[in-house]
């Protein structure tokens, strides 16, 4: 295989292969066009499928164990309120572009996940939705925003208040911020000397967990009809018609990946963990709060509390043990019995037909060849993750239907997309979909592609 | 007038455990400080030189350790703040270190045996089961673990950077360096604000 001198990745946080793929690929003329021409195939995500860790994951091609963080916030200490968030300081591993930049190599980066603060490379960086506003320093180097201001104006993170029932303001955010962040990418491309380039789009995650019901006959709440059916597939033929744009703009030395973090589906409900602990006997209050409150401002008797949990689109369990949490009351001896009873239960749980929802209940342990940091004692996906961690206490009831705290529409899945297309190799056609594809594969291929050595530790293959 | 605090990190734990790994990275973080002039005194570099040919029986053990807290008392009083890493596996002579020097603060490497003879980081562990050293701690010397070590780092849990923190935490618990804000990346305003948005979006 002759070696690239250009890799581009174009990454679209959560897309679904079976939306892109299957369902509208035909509709979607340039993303299938690399398909044909290229390779492709699902991508497995880390665990948990989650933005954060998922993208470092695939750009260290390091698990979360070895990185040491298991989700946005992670426990900093034993304590009963310590998770912190997991920013790029927290990010110890070497990433693709510390490698390249260390090479001489010429990187730029747009919107890529735990980014922020940003951090030298050599080259362009502008970073994350987990930088607070644009007031903050997003950009490196960092007058490279008055750049990036002068093409877009305000640049856009993130969309703002997520949780509206105005719909039709959240598309046209969505669609803002997505058009301006493509403006800057294709500025970017044109005029930057580059060996590396690489995006990310977090407009379709954000798009698939505010409109999901209204596409998916299979959805709950979904009505035939509505007039947001077609969102989400009008939202990517306008990707597709962007990645046409970038396309356009490139040699036939530059490899081009389009890559997910995880995908998606529809979301059934939402589990009430601590509730459910509660009605388990696993958890006690002080004092039973006036309505529903986050975990964190529920009042805990923690001498008579076994375990809690957070909530999210997957569950973490924690357990209360001697020696180890402040109020700690699991003997050491009895810890592994404890998390052995919890799986069992957890794995039995129903929906409110009788009917289980098959729940999924890891240990870091066996998941993770180390533990870096503090991992949570348990991973729970409920319903193999079609149902979401509701970790608020006083809902009364272990089965929700309704937001406590986020939108109810769409859930992660564990399988994003890949596919790769190198024009100076005559295409790479290969019989795809090709199988076992994982996210740290991501890094060692880019590597190869640029003729560098893969590092050893780097536990991805190279996909051919 | 001379306010600078001199004083001493002692590690102890088994080869292999982390006591270098987390030293070299508590004495950047001293350096972040301010702090240049920290003196480290590594058990293996120690051996050759100011204990050079001393061997590994209880005797020589005690006298090697003796050596350095001598090189750590002088170094304290004069306002140096150093860093002994060695084994030290005799608790006695820990002690002894304990108070000759005056602002001592003793940190724990703890790590399984089972979870060192895996890693196994300079092979000698392979060795000294095989029977090819002898005296070796853990395997065929005893290790006293320490009574009340102001810290203890758990080596197969936490990140070296993470133990270094709980360290120079205890500095300045202990008042041996000035309590600095945490240096978190959000301001508390900007951590709402981020909380907010990954609990509008379903993240947590």
Redesign the interface.
């Known amino acids: 295989m002759a070696k690239n001198k250009k890799v581009l990745i174009i990454g679209l946080d959560c897309a679904a292969p079976g939306l892109i793929f299957d369902r509208w690929l035909d509709q979607l003329p340039n993303t299938k066009s690399l398909m044909e021409r290229g390779i492709y195939g699902e991508l497995e995500s880390c665990i948990p499928p989650i933005t954060v860790p998922a993208w470092t994951c695939m750009m260290t091609s390091k698990n979360p164990g070895k990185l040491g963080f298991y989700g946005f916030r992670n426990r900093s200490d034993y304590s009963y309120s310590g998770l912190s968030f997991a920013t790029s300081n927290l990010v110890k591993e070497d990433a693709v572009w510390d490698i390249l930049s260390r090479l001489g190599k010429r990187v730029v980066m747009v919107g890529i996940p735990q980014t922020y603060p940003p951090k030298p490379v050599n080259g362009y960086m502008i970073t994350c939705f987990l930088t607070p506003d644009t007031k903050s320093q997003y950009t490196y180097p960092p007058d490279f925003r008055d750049e990036v201001e002068g093409l877009v104006g305000n640049y856009i993170l993130d969309v703002d208040e997520f949780r509206t029932e105005d719909k039709d303001q959240l598309l046209r955010e969505i669609y803002e911020m997505t058009e301006k962040r493509f403006k800057v990418a294709k500025h970017l491309i044109k005029t930057k000397e580059w060996d590396f380039f690489m995006m990310v789009e977090m407009g379709v995650d954000r798009i698939y967990h505010g409109f999901w019901k209204y596409c998916d006959p299979l959805h709950k709440k979904y009505e035939p009809n509505n007039r947001y059916e077609n969102s989400i597939l009008e939202y990517h033929k306008y990707l597709d018609q962007q990645i046409g744009e970038i396309l356009s703009l490139i040699d036939d030395q530059t490899c081009v990946l389009i890559v997910s973090d995880h995908g998606a589906q529809r979301m059934e409900g939402g589990i009430c963990v601590n509730e459910w602990l509660m009605r388990e006997g696993y958890l006690t209050l002080l004092e039973k709060p006036a309505g529903i409150v986050p975990f964190g401002k529920a009042k805990i008797d923690w001498t008579r509390t076994l375990a809690w949990g957070e909530g999210g689109y997957y569950s973490r369990i924690f357990l209360n043990v001697k020696g180890r949490e402040p109020q700690g009351v699991i003997e050491k001896a009895k810890y592994q019995q404890v998390r052995e009873e919890l799986k069992t239960k957890l794995e039995a749980l129903e929906d409110g037909q009788g009917k289980n929802i098959g729940t999924r209940v890891l240990k870091p342990e066996d998941v993770y060849p180390v533990t870096n940091g503090i991992p949570p004692d348990l991973i729970v996906y409920f319903g193999n993750l079609r149902w979401r961690s509701v970790g608020s206490i006083g809902l009364n009831t272990i089965h929700t239907f309704e937001n406590d705290t986020g939108p109810d529409d769409a859930n992660h899945a564990e399988k994003g997309i890949f596919v790769l297309y190198d024009p100076g190799n005559g295409g790479t056609r290969k019989p795809s979909p090709l199988s076992g594809l994982r996210i740290y594969d991501i890094a060692p291929t880019v590597l190869h592609r640029l003729g560098v050595n893969v590092p050893s530790d780097m536990e991805g293959k190279i996909i051919q | 007038m001379n306010e600078k605090k001199g004083f001493t990190i002692w590690f102890t734990g088994l080869s292999g455990a982390g006591k270098t790994t987390v030293s070299r990275i508590v004495q950047d973080r001293l350096r972040e400080r301010g702090i240049m002039n920290v003196e480290v005194l590594d058990g293996d570099v120690v051996r050759t030189n100011l204990s050079k040919g001393l061997g590994f029986s209880k005797e020589d053990r005690d006298t090697n350790i003796k050596r350095i807290a001598f090189v750590c008392n002088l170094l304290t009083r004069n306002g140096v703040p150093n860093i002994a890493a060695a084994i030290s596996p005799y608790r006695e002579v820990r002690d002894y270190a304990r108070q000759e020097i005056k602002n001592f603060i003793e940190v724990y490497v703890k790590c399984p045996l089972d979870v060192l003879v895996q890693r196994d980081v300079k092979g000698l562990y392979k060795k000294a089961i095989a029977g090819e050293i002898a005296n070796f701690t853990g395997v065929s010397d005893p290790y006293e673990e320490p009574l009340n070590p102001e810290v203890v780092i758990e080596s197969e ?3 070296p ?2 133990s270094a923190d709980k360290i120079v935490a205890k500095l300045e618990e202990l008042g041996y360096l000035p309590r600095v804000p945490k240096q ?3 301001s508390e305003e ?2 709402a ?2 909380k907010k ?8």
């Open positions: 849990k936490e990140t950077e993470q978190g990346v959000y900007e951590e604000k981020i948005r990954l609990e509008d979006l379903g993240y947590l």
